[in-house]
């Protein structure tokens, strides 16, 4: 099992408006494929920050749930056009981290 921890830089003053979309229809909509979200976070020391996480059993399993997320045709014309509008894709950094044997994400 490994979680993805995700960071974003959302376009200048329009964060709140991020995470009213990412809460709304982004998240539920990865769920809806399989997706196991596990947390959402605002970065409180960058107006412009965002960081969420998702959990995967192994790599099989994330290429299956990126296909069926993204590879979608609701994804493609609806979502993603949408996401470009609200970010910098360019500056997103994902870390992939497997908790160690005490952590409480076992």
Known sequence: M??????YQIRPGRRDEWVAF?????IP???SKGMNVI???MDEE???????MRRFA????????????YESERWQ?????RVEE???????????????????LR
């Open 77 to 81: 014309q609806e979502i993603a056009p």
């Open 39 to 41: 947390a959402s976070f």
């Open 2 to 7: 490994f979680y993805e921890i995700r960071r």
């Open 86 to 104: 609200l970010m910098f894709r360019e500056k997103i950094q994902v870390t992939r981290a497997v908790p160690t044997p005490a952590s409480g």
């Open 22 to 26: 990412i809460e709304e229809v982004i």
């Open 29 to 31: 909509f990865q769920k």
């Open 58 to 69: 192994d790599e099989a399993e994330r290429e299956r749930l990126y296909a069926a997320v």
């Open 46 to 52: 960058d107006p412009d920050g965002y960081v969420w």
